[in-house]
């Protein structure tokens, strides 16, 4: 089983950047999706980002345009670039496999969007 260990999170105020990571403990090279989910409080975890590993990626409707998955096979690494950040994008972001492998949550990383 593949770990994964998100990072990158923080304070950041309205209209700011992050960029999360994603370090997995085994390669992720036969893992045809992964993505990034996040969790807000009071509400249900929900697919923010995919990437293939032909490199093709989805987003959801309010991240298009705002958000970048991307991945490093040889770094075992994805990556979530957010820009323009917004209160309600406030959450913990996770990321594991597209359909997520039940054993492949980690802890998350808490992005605080506020002023």
């Known amino acids: 089983q593949v770990q994964l260990v998100e990072s990158g999170g923080g304070l950041v105020q309205p209209g700011g950047s992050l960029r999360l990571s994603c370090a997995a403990s085994?390669?992720?090279?036969?893992?045809?999706?992964m993505g990034w989910y996040r969790q807000a409080p009071g509400k249900q975890r929900e697919l923010v980002a995919t990437i293939r590993s032909g490199g093709s990626t989805n987003y959801a409707d309010s991240m298009k345009g705002r958000f970048t998955i991307s991945r490093d096979n040889a770094k075992n690494t994805v990556y979530l670039q957010m820009n323009s950040l917004k209160p309600e994008d406030t959450a913990v972001y996770y990321c594991n496999a597209v359909p997520p492998s039940q054993g492949g949550w980690g802890q998350g990383t808490q992005v605080t969007v506020s002023s």
């Open positions: 085994g390669s992720i090279n036969n893992l045809y999706a």
